[in-house]
C-alpha cells in the first residue's frame, strides 16, 4: 500500500491523524495502543463538513494539565521504553528529533535539554505517536506527499507574537519543496511538518496508483482562504503499467536517469548501487566514458519506475559528485519471471522461472546459490551452473511462489 498527502490547505498533528481515522484506522484501537504509552487523555472524533466534503475533525481530551509540556530527554525516554513496534519508534524518535534540532538552533540551547512547550504537551505525542501507529495498521509502505503551502500573518506562543510559518516549521521543512497560500494564518505546524518530512520520500505529483481509499482530516482554524481547512490523504496499490503482445513479451514505461563523473571514487560508486538497488532501481550500470579535459569517467545509467524516480534522483545527487543528472521517459521490453523450487542433484534449490517469447518455459540458476554451493562441493562454478541447468529445464518444478507483483503470473 502506498499513500498520498494531499495537502491543499497545509498540515497538522490532528489533522493527519484525523484523515488516518478516517481511511479505516479504528478509534478504540488507537485509543488502547496510546493508552499504553501515556495516560490522562482520550482521543474523541467528530464528523465535520467543509464546502460539503465530509471530514474526521479529532480532538485530545485531556485529562491531566499537569504535565503541559516535556523536553526531548524525557519524549525520547518515553518512545524507547514503550512496547511501540520497531518502526513506530524509529519514526517517532526522527520527528522528534527534527523538531529539538529546530528549536535548539532557533533558541540557541543544547538539543537535549531543549523544552517544547506547545508540542511537549500530551495532544502533540499523541499526535506523532499515534499518526505512525496509523500508517503500520494501514500497511502504508511508501509515502508520497505534494509540496506544501505555507500561510502567512502572526501567531501568538509561548515566546510571544512571532511571523507565520514559525521559525520551528521553517527549519524542518529545509529542503522540502513550498509553496504560497492565500491563507492568513498558521496552517502548517511544527508537529504536522514532522510527520511529513519523516514519513515522505517524495514530494510533488501524485503517482500512478490504483485508490484504494480517501480519508479527509479537519483542522480546526479560520484559514482565511477560499479552500477548506482540510488534509486528504489518498491510499492505494502502485500500478504497473504493463502490456503483453501474442508473443508473451510485457511492455512497460519505466525511466531512464543518466549522469557523468570523474571525481567519485570506487568505494562510493560500489555503495551508490546497493542503495540504488535497495530503493526499488530496477538496473544499475556504469559505463566507461571519456569527459572534458581528457578525464576518463564513469557513466552512470539507473533504470526505475516513475514513482521512484525524485527518489532515485535525490540519491545520486546526495551520494555523488554530480551536480545534475538526466531523466527520460521510454518503454522496455521484457520477460515475466518467479521464483521456483526444482529437484537437482545437489538437492531442492530455487531458481529463477522464465516464460519465453513463445509461452515455452525455462530455468535459470540463481547465482548467490550456485556460488555456494561451488564453494561447499570444492567443484568450479561453472560445474554446478550446468547441472542445476540440465536438472532443472528437463524436470518440472515442485513448488512455485511469485516474487514482486509485477512478476506475477497465471501458471
Known amino acids: 500500500m502506498i499513500a498520498y498527502f494531499d495537502m491543499f490547505s497545509g498540515i497538522s498533528g490532528d489533522m493527519t491523524l484525523g484523515a488516518l481515522i478516517d481511511s479505516g484506522v479504528p ?3 488507537l485509543n ?10 482520550q482521543l474523541k472524533t467528530h464528523v465535520v463538513y467543509k464546502h460539503h466534503l465530509k471530514a474526521i475533525d479529532l480532538f485530545v481530551e485531556v485529562f491531566d494539565e499537569g504535565r503541559a509540556s516535556r523536553n526531548y530527554h524525557e519524549i525520547k525516554v518515553l518512545i524507547e521504553n514503550s512496547s511501540l513496534p520497531e518502526k513506530v519508534k524509529m519514526n517517532s524518535l526522527s520527528a522528534f528529533q527534527k523538531i529539538a534540532l529546530a528549536e535548539s538552533h532557533i533558541h540557541g540551547k543544547d538539543i537535549e535539554t531543549i523544552h517544547f512547550h506547545e508540542i511537549g504537551g500530551i495532544d502533540s505525542i499523541v499526535d506523532i505517536i499515534g499518526s505512525f501507529l496509523c500508517v503500520e495498521y494501514l500497511g502504508i509502505e511508501k509515502v508520497y506527499a505534494s509540496s506544501i503551502p505555507l500561510g502567512s500573518g502572526f501567531v501568538t506562543c509561548a515566546h510571544g507574537k512571532i511571523p507565520v510559518p514559525v ?3 521553517m527549519a524542518i521543512l529545509k529542503d522540502v519543496p513550498v509553496r504560497p497560500s492565500d491563507a492568513t494564518t498558521e496552517i502548517v505546524t511544527p508537529t504536522g511538518a514532522a510527520i511529513i518530512a519523516t514519513l515522505a520520500t517524495s514530494f510533488g505529483e501524485m503517482p500512478e496508483m490504483i485508490i484504494k481509499q480517501v480519508g479527509y482530516g479537519s483542522g480546526k482554524r479560520d484559514t482565511g482562504s477560499g479552500l477548506p481547512n482540510l488534509l486528504r490523504i489518498i491510499l492505494g ?3 504497473v503499467h504493463e502490456k503483453k503482445n501474442k508473443t ?14 570523474d571525481d567519485t571514487i570506487p568505494e562510493v560508486l560500489g555503495f551508490l548501487m546497493e542503495t540504488l538497488f535497495e530503493n526499488k532501481a530496477l538496473d544499475v550500470c556504469y559505463i566507461p566514458v571519456q569527459m572534458k579535459k581528457n578525464r576518463p569517467g564513469i557513466q552512470l545509467e539507473v533504470i526505475c519506475r516513475k514513482q521512484e524516480l525524485d527518489n532515485i534522483v535525490q540519491i545520486i545527487l546526495a551520494q555523488t559528485t554530480s551536480i545534475g543528472v538526466r531523466h527520460y521517459e521510454c518503454e522496455r521490453s521484457f520477460l515475466l519471471r518467479e521464483k521456483a523450487f526444482v529437484e537437482t542433484f545437489f538437492g531442492k534449490l530455487q531458481v529463477k522461472k522464465i516464460i519465453n517469447p513463445d509461452n515455452s518455459i525455462r530455468f535459470v540458476p540463481e547465482y548467490d546459490i550456485a556460488k555456494k ?4 562441493k570444492k567443484i568450479p562454478l561453472k560445474d554446478v551452473y550446468t547441472r542445476i541447468l540440465s536438472d532443472a529445464n528437463s524436470l518440472e518444478p515442485i513448488l512455485l511462489t511469485g516474487t514482486d507483483a509485477e512478476y506475477r503470473t497465471a501458471k
Do not use: S
Not at 251 to 261: L, Q
Open 27 to 29: 478509534l478504540d484501537w
Open 32 to 41: 488502547k495502543k496510546l493508552d499504553h504509552i501515556l495516560n490522562g487523555f
Open 167 to 169: 521559525p520551528a516549521t
Open 237 to 239: 496499490e502502485p500500478r
Open 248 to 261: 508473451g513479451v510485457h511492455k512497460e514505461v519505466i525511466h531512464v536517469v543518466k549522469t557523468n563523473v
Open 373 to 376: 554451493l561451488a564453494k561447499e
